[in-house]
């Protein structure tokens, strides 16, 4: 079992910032396409970032590019999410998720791509 954690949510004001970070414990965790996922009140859960197991590969969905910048750090563990220049409409919890999979490094973009979840955490922009 991959047991992914988020951290880092809390609330902030338009324009501001905040960094997400995913653990996910285990030697393999390298070898995994991981991705970023939000979902808000009422609506489906949307695709926000994803990157290679080595890091060196990243996909954006365009309502967050130039934005946003997803990271990993293969040594801990662990996956970030830099926000910036948030927006209320950046609101939603915010998901971080594992493919263990045989992607063979394919990023996916859709939630079905994506077999292990962490429990999400807030964020909330305010105006």
């Known amino acids: 079992q991959v047991q992914l954690v988020e951290s880092g949510g809390g609330l902030v004001q338009a324009g501001e910032s905040l960094r997400l970070s995913c653990a996910a414990p285990g030697r393999t965790f390298s070898s995994f396409v991981m991705g970023w996922f939000r979902q808000a009140p009422g609506k489906e859960r949307e695709f926000v970032a994803t990157?290679?197991?080595?890091?060196?590969?990243?996909k954006y969905a365009d309502s967050v590019k130039g934005r946003f910048t997803v990271s990993r750090d293969n040594a801990k563990n662990t996956v970030y999410l830099q926000m910036d220049s948030l927006k209320p409409e950046d609101t939603a919890i915010y998901y971080c998720?594992?493919?263990?999979?045989?992607?063979?490094?394919?990023?996916?973009?859709?939630?079905?791509?994506?077999?292990?979840w962490g429990q999400g955490t807030q964020v909330t922009v305010s105006s």
């Open positions: 998720a594992a493919d263990g999979s045989l992607s063979l490094g394919y990023l996916g973009n859709f939630a079905y791509d994506y077999q292990h």
């Open positions: 990157i290679s197991g080595s890091g060196d590969s990243t």
